[in-house]
C-alpha cells in the first residue's frame, strides 16, 4: 500500500482517537487512602460488615499475595506495578447504603443523581422496565440492581456480590474460590484479597432466565483500583445469558482493574457469558489506560453442561485475559469466541484453556486479532486432554489480521493431548486487508473507511453471530471507532 | 538478524534443581580440556560457554522451551570420563547405508580419516581441532545469539567436530556416520559447513550408538548457506533405547539459496532436535520436515524455529509424530516474520498420530509476525486412527492388522516423501517402516 494511503488512513484513525466513555463524573466519595497491607483489607472488610470468614479468606488470600511475584510472561511490556500507589476502595456516598448490607431494597433516591446521570449517558438502564436486568458497579460497590423483585419470583438470585456475602451465605461459601481458588495467580490472589464488589447469580434448578442479566463497571475515582468479583451459578437445567460491560474516565496513569469470574454450570445447564470490554485504552501511546488483569474461569460441572464465553476486546492498555473451560462433566461443551482488537500501543494477550476432563467433552475455540497502528497482538491458549476424557474433540481457529507495517500480531497456542482418541484440530491465518480488496471496493463507490470497516465486520462475523443482538451492534461500532484512522 | 535475536533472548532460566551433577562433568571436562590447550581463542570459548551454563544451569519444566521435555534421567545419569574409543572397519562396514556416497566416520565425535571414504570432488574436510584460529573466530562471529543450555555445553567441550564446505556442484552425497562408542559417554561434535554460494551438496547425517546404555549425545551443526547455494540435508538418530540426544542444527540462508532438511526419529530415551533457521537473504527458500516414531516410554521432541528477518523468503513445514504404546512425542516450531519482512510465505503444518492408550502429545505452534503483507499460517491436528480409512481398506480385504500398518506406514513417512534423491529416500522410507513393523 502507498505511503499516502497510509497517512490516509492514520489521520482517519487520529480524528477519531477520542474516547467517549471518558467523562469523569463529579461526586463524593468515600475514598480509602493509597496503598495495601492487613489493616485496609480488615477496613474494607468492615466497610462491608462482612462476617468472619470472609475477612479470614480475605487475609488468607492476601498473605498468599505476598509470597508471590508479579507475573510478566505475556507478551506486554510494563514496568512492574506500585501496589501501594493504588486506592484499594472508592465508593459514592450517597450510595453507601448498598454497602452497608442491609438494604434489600434500593430506591432511585439511594443513588447519586450524579452517578445515575453517569449511567445514563453511558446508556445504562437503571429502571426496571428495560429488556435487561442490570447491575451498576461504580468504582469498589454495586450503586443499583434492577429487576431483582421480579427475577426473585422466578427463584433467581441477581444482586451484588457484597448483599450475597450477608444475604445468602451458605450459597457464597459454597462456591466462592470452588473455581479460581485464592492461591490460582498472582491477580487472583490480589483480588480476593481486596474484592471490591461484583456481582452474584444463581439460577435455580430448570429455570431459564427470561432476561438477560448484565453487570455494567464503571471505574471513575484517579488511582484507584478494580477488584470486582462475579460469580454465577446455574444450577441443574437451567440456562441464562450474562452480559458484561464497562468504562473508565481519561486518566494519565495507568488503572489496575483485576477481577476475578467464577462461572458454576450443573448437569443439563447453560450459561452464554458476553463481554464487551472497553476500558479506557490510554492516549496515543496508550499512557494511562487501564491494566486489564483478569482471571475468568467456569466449572462445567454436571454431565451435558454448556458454557460459552464470547468477547469483544478494543480497549485497555493491556489485557492479559484467558477465559477458560474446565469440561468436567461428561459430554459437557465448552466455547470462546473472541475478537480483539489493538490500535496505538496497545498490548493485548488473550485467549481461552479448554481442559477436557470428561468423556466425550467438546470445545471450539475462534479468535480473530486486528491489530493496527504499533499495537501487539497474541492469542494464547490451551487445549489439554486429560487421559480421561475419551472422545474429547476440539476446534480451534485463530485468525489474525494486520492493518499496517508496525503492528505485530501473534499466536501461541498449547496443545497437550494424553488420551488417544482425541481428535484436536488447530488452525491458523494470518491476513491484511489488501490493495487489491480495497480497489475491488472503491471500483464500486464505497470509500476507503466503509470498505476497511466492512472487511473488518466480515473478518468478525463468526464471532459477533454469537454476542446478543444489541451487543453486536454496539461491539460494531466499537470497532469502527477504534479503527478509524489506523487503516493500511 | 540482530532485531530477531535480540528480542528472543530470554532473561529468565528456571533452574533444575539436579543440574549440578552434570554441571560438575562439564566443569572436570572444560578443565581437562584447556589444561592440553594452548590455543587462547579455544580456551576462551569454553570457558565462557562453561560459565554462562553454570549462571544458568539445566532447564527445569518451568522454562517454557523445555516443559515438556523431562531432563530428570538426562542430568541423574553416571557419565564416564571422557574418551575417544575406537572402532574397526567391519563395524563401520555394518552400519554404512545401502546408497552411493561418501561415508566419513565420526567416533565419539573425532573425525576418522582412515576409515573413511575419499570425499567427492568440490568437498573440503577438516577436523575442529586443525582448523585455525582466525576462522573459528570469524564462525564465532557468525554464530546465532540465541544459546540454550545444551548448545552452551556442546561449546564449552570444543574439541570434536569438522570443518565442512562445499563448493560446486557436489553430486555424490557426503554421510557423517556417528558412532558413539562409550555405553555412558559424552559426546559434544560441532561441526561447521559452509556451503559456498551457487554450489549445491547433499548431506546425511547418522547419529548411532554401538553399545547401550545411558549416553549422551549433544551434537550441533552450523549451516552458512551462501547466495544461491542448495543445501539437501537428511538426519535419522538411531542412538539406542536408553541414550540420549540433544541436538541443534543452526541454519542460516543468504539470498537465493535453498535448504531443505529431513529429521528422522527413531531411537533414544529422551531425544530432542532443534532446527533453527535464519533467512538472511530475500528470495531464499527453506524446506523443513521431520517424521518421527515413538514407542515405548521414549520422548521424542522436534521443534524448529524459523526466523525470516528478510522480504520475499519462503518456508515450507511437514512435522509428523506417530506415538505409541506410553510414549510421549513434543512439537514445538515457531515461524517469526520480522518488520519489514514483507511477501514473506510461511507454512507450517504438524499432525499427531496416537497411538498407544497411553501415548502423549505436546504440539505448540507458533506464529510471531511483526509484518502485514504476509502469507503465514500454521495447523496442528492430533487424533487416533481414521476408521474410516481403515473400514476402507477392510471392504477391500485387507485384515484389519495389515489395513492399521499400511495407514500408519502412509502417515508417517509423508514428510520424507520430499527427498528428492530415490536411493536415500528408500533407505529413510524403509527403516521408518520397518520399525513399525518390526
Known sequence: MSETQYQEINTLLEKSSFYKEGFYTQTVVDKLEKGINEDVIRAISAKKNEPEWMLEWRLKAYRHWLTMKEPHWAKAEYEPLDYQDYSYYAAPQCASCATDGCATEETEEAIDPEVAKAFEALGVPLNDDADIAVDAIFDSVSVRTTQREKLKELGIIFCSFSEAVQEYPDLVRKYLGSVVPYHDNFFAALNAAVASDGTFVYIPPGVRCPVDISTYFRINEAKTGQFERTLLIADKGSYVSYIEGCSAPIRDSYQLHAAVVEVVVHEDAEVKYSTVQNWYPGDEDCEGGILNFVTKRGLCEGRNSKLSWTQAETGSAITWKYPSCILKGDNSIGEFYSVALTNRRQQADTGTKMIHIGKNTRSTIISKGLSAGKSDNTYRGLVKVMPGAEGARNYTQCDSMLIGDKCGAHTFPYIEIENPTAQVEHEATTSRIGEDQLFYFKARGIDEEDAISMMVNGFCKEVFKELPLEFAQEAEELLKISLEGSVG | ??????????????????????????????????????????????????????????????????????????????????????????????????????????????????????????????????????????????????????????LALLERGAQLSATGMVDLPVVLLHLYTQSNGIAAPRHLLRVEPQAQLSLIEIHATLRDGAALSVPVMETDVGSGGILRHVKLQQVSEQAFHMAHHFLRQQDGSDSASVYAALGGSVTRHMTHTCLLGENANADINSAGLATGTQVMDSRTYTGHDVPNCTSRQLHKLVVDDAARGVFDGMIRVARGAQKTDGLMDNKNLLLGPKAKVDAKPRLEIYADDVKCSHGSATGELDRDQVFYLRARGISEADARLLITTAFLTEPVESISNDAVRHWLHDLLAAKLNP
Open chain 2, 1 to 154: 538478524m540482530t532485531t530477531s535475536s535480540a528480542s528472543l533472548a530470554k532473561q529468565d532460566f528456571p533452574r533444575h534443581p539436579q543440574s549440578d551433577k552434570l554441571l560438575a562433568w562439564v566443569r572436570s571436562a572444560v578443565e581437562a580440556l584447556n589444561a592440553s590447550d594452548p590455543r587462547p581463542l579455544r580456551r576462551d570459548v569454553r570457558m565462557q560457554a562453561l560459565q554462562a551454563l553454570e549462571t544458568r544451569g539445566f532447564p527445569s519444566r518451568k522454562d517454557e522451551d523445555w516443559q515438556y521435555t523431562p531432563l530428570n534421567d538426562v542430568l541423574k545419569a553416571d557419565y564416564a570420563t571422557p574418551a575417544a574409543g575406537s572402532v574397526d572397519a567391519s563395524q563401520v562396514e555394518t552400519m554404512r547405508p545401502p546408497f552411493a556416497a561418501s561415508v566419513q566416520v565420526l567416533v565419539d565425535g573425532v573425525w576418522q580419516p582412515d576409515l573413511s571414504d575419499p570425499l567427492p570432488k568440490g568437498v573440503a574436510l577438516a577436523s575442529i581441532e586443525q582448523v585455525d584460529e582466525l576462522t573459528l573466530k570469524r564462525w564465532q562471529q557468525l554464530a546465532t545469539v540465541e544459546r540454550d543450555a545444551f548448545e552452551l555445553m556442546n
